[in-house]
């Protein structure tokens, strides 16, 4: 019997469908990944399990028994727990409160908090999944972005108020953490199959999804392809699934080598033009502050011919309540008004037209709101706001996060096209095959500074071990 079935899930907004007739059946005890690309969906379906949108039309049966989500309250009353990839957190607020939030807090003489008991609690919760190093009495704010994740996973895998838990809800969990984290979250997700309650997994990383998952529901434009045993399909069938067409290769080909002209120096780095020089290393290694400093001050960064993709596109590199032209034109204003003085929007469009065409943007026309758009197509405007200014050097802070497939090969292709004229880069990823695939040279980053440099060449376990200091250069090689 499968704990959870839903059939024939439709959900349109403002008569353009998001889902049409979708089925999903998860089994008791797997974990079931939910696969698609950026618009395919799986948002508007999670956002129905969790109760917060209304399906236009849905049969939904738990136990096999008839059952309605009318709420986020009868969700959690029927053991749903959910992490979102867009980590809704209290900055001010401990991580402890962060993590008991929603929940009774524990207190003395039924009046006052129990501050130390709450913070015991949410010490057992981070235990659980093998976290010792946070601690939970301070501000969310102190921490980096891996670890407050982490915080919110042990929030979802905490002991609630009601319901026990049965079926867990992640989107894209592991797109903040490092390779060790992520395995610390995988050895919870089989205790949590081996104890007979369900996962749906969301997640661009197919072949993190292949070692983990057991079966697999794929959506394409709002519909169900397809549902199976993982073990039974490749790779390159899942990604076929997805796009809707066959997917020869993950990275482009290099157009053109580096030239041996130096576009940047400095900071411990030396970039060729044409260069893409990668920089790896453990979470809070320094990758992020680098690139900031190279950046420095924006209006100063851009005149130097340097531009910035960071990390959180939602929250540092876009307006989403404003359109996708204004977003790609703000750092250039003047260029695009008339005398230097008025703003003229048909300029802007028209500059932003091209450059989402650039950027193979997918949008109904560049005055959509930005916040309307799928992650993927959200990232591209970013790019297209960074090479609007045709810089010299690019630096990009994890540019493919919660980014599927079929966009991250576009947004490849651009990095190799602008490489290709000249055009330096300088790419922080904690994808490990990314940096192997894309970079001419990789940086190792280790307590903030960079360790060493190496040729693109290597392995991946290789360039694991420069990460944690295992290795030397000769010994990886």
């Not at 993590?99 to 807090?105: A, E, F, N, S």
């Not at 050895?187 to 292949?210: P, Q």
């Not at 073990?231 to 796009?243: C, Q």
């Not at 609007?388 to 493919?400: M, V």
């Amino acid at each position: 019997m499968p704990l959870l079935e839903l059939s024939n899930v439709s959900k349109a907004y403002a008569g353009t469908p998001a889902l049409r007739q979708v089925d999903l059946k998860i089994e008791a005890g797997e974990v079931h990944a939910l696969m698609g690309e950026n618009g395919a969906g799986k948002s508007t379906l999670i956002k129905i399990l969790a109760g917060v949108v209304a399906p236009d039309s849905a049969t939904i049966r738990m136990d096999d028994r008839l059952v309605s989500i009318d709420d986020a309250a009868k969700a959690h009353r029927l053991g749903f727990r959910f992490i979102h990839q867009e980590l809704n957190v209290v900055p001010s607020l401990s991580v402890a409160e962060n993590i008991v939030m929603g929940q009774r807090y524990p207190r003395r003489a039924g009046i006052f908090v129990d501050w130390k008991k709450l913070n015991s609690v949410a010490a057992d919760a981070l235990r659980r999944l093998g976290v010792t190093h946070i601690d939970p009495r301070v501000k969310m704010a102190s921490l980096s972005t891996g670890d407050r994740m982490l915080a919110k996973i042990s929030a979802a895998l905490l002991s609630a108020d009601g319901a026990p838990a049965r079926l867990y809800v992640m989107d894209e969990p592991t797109a903040a953490l490092t390779r060790e984290e992520s395995e610390q979250l995988f050895r919870v997700l089989n205790e949590i199959r081996a104890a007979g309650n369900s996962v749906l997994y969301v997640s661009h990383r197919i072949d993190e999804v292949m070692a983990l998952c057991d079966r697999a529901t794929v959506l394409r434009d709002g519909q169900s392809i397809d549902s199976g045993m993982l073990s039974e399909i490749t790779h390159d069938d899942l990604v076929a699934m997805m796009t809707g067409r066959k997917v020869t290769e993950t990275y482009p080909a290099q157009v053109a080598p580096p030239s041996d002209e130096t576009a940047y120096e400095g900071h411990g780095l030396s970039v060729r033009k044409g260069e893409i020089l990668g920089l790896a290393g453990l979470s809070g290694s320094g990758q992020t502050e680098l690139l900031r400093r190279i950046f420095g001050r924006p209006a100063s960064a851009w005149r130097r011919g340097i531009a910035y993709v960071p990390k959180e596109r939602r929250s540092e590199g876009l307006v989403l309540t404003r359109p996708i032209f204004e977003n790609i034109t703000l750092p250039h204003l003047k260029t695009h008004s008339l005398g230097g003085a008025f703003l003229a929007p048909g300029r802007e469009r028209g500059f932003a037209t091209s450059m989402g065409d650039d950027v193979k943007l997918r949008a109904t026309s560049t005055r959509q709101l930005v916040q309307q758009l799928s992650g993927g197509n959200q990232q591209k405007v970013v790019f297209a706001k960074a090479l609007s200014g045709e810089p010299d050097l690019l630096l990009l802070d994890e540019p493919t996060r919660g980014v599927d497939v079929g966009a991250k090969y576009d947004i490849y292709s651009v990095i190799r096209e602008m490489t290709a004229k000249g055009m330096a880069v300088i790419l922080a990823s904690s994808d490990l095959p990314e940096l192997l695939g894309l970079c001419d040279r990789i940086a190792v980053m280790r307590n903030g500074s960079i360790s060493i440099i190496v040729e693109a060449g290597l392995s991946e376990d290789a360039l694991l071990n420069l990460c944690y200091g295992r290795a030397t250069h000769s010994e990886a090689a």
